[in-house]
């Protein structure tokens, strides 16, 4: 009955009864070995993470990875809790291990992707992207990512290819669809843009802050302040702590002549994303506040 719980681990409920029916075989020893009481840990661990027990879930992720290095689930959930604190070096050496581990996981290499461009090895996540599309060329995530290096380094065409590549795999994604129309606009296509970000706004999950936060920086780039002002409030009542929109706010209120309130935010976005000024200006060609 508990093993079975412990299996079990999905949002919600089962989630917390899998936390306990985990932590009951830990604390009872009744994994047989290393390995088993490893995997033990991993799924209490991501239990924890659905849970909200951020600190657990580390500290059980740290465990398994000290009973068996050889699980690359413990690996690969470490990793994931490295980026999330902003620890990406820590988590580019879990990322490695995988993948020397296990050189077919393309999402892994999707991860270790994402790890490499924001420590700035562009071309190393390039080359996890493109081993990962030719690996599973059916996932769309790959795409959107490549698109989105294609974008920074102003390859329109390939990156306008790979937008289209991933929105054929899944043709309602408002992250991709967001993403389409800062390049469009970029490049004078401004009515296309407008009909994406609109419906990339349709299709945004309620929680997702990022096409309302890039549709008010391109707003702030038309020079529609209004719109900017509200865009930006409604996605930070969304995600009050949404680093590139708290950015945006204090170019926005910088522009107002509210310096305060400019500095307030500029202080909570690089609190949130230490880099997020430079990542508005490669997102949307924003200066600073």
Known sequence: MQESACEDVQPGPPAHAAEAACS?????DIPAGPAERARILVNRGVARTLT??????????DAAVALDPANLHARSNRAAMAVGRGDHEAALADLDAVIAANPDFPLAQLSRARVRRALGDRDGARSDLDAAIEAAPMLFEHYALRGDLRREEADVGGAMADYEA??????????????RAVLLFHIGARRQAAEEIERALDEA???DPWPLAASAGLALLAG????AEAELAAALERAPRDAMALHLRAILRARLGDGQGSRADAAAARAGQPDIAQAAEIVFGLGPP
């Open 166 to 179: 991933a929105l054929r795999r899944q043709p309602v994604n408002a992250y991709v669809r967001t993403n």
């Open 52 to 61: 909200g027990a951020i600190d657990g879930a580390g500290a059980d992720f």
């Open 224 to 227: 529609d302040i209004g719109r």
């Open 205 to 207: 999950p309620p929680g």
């Open 24 to 28: 009951f075989l830990l604390d009872n």
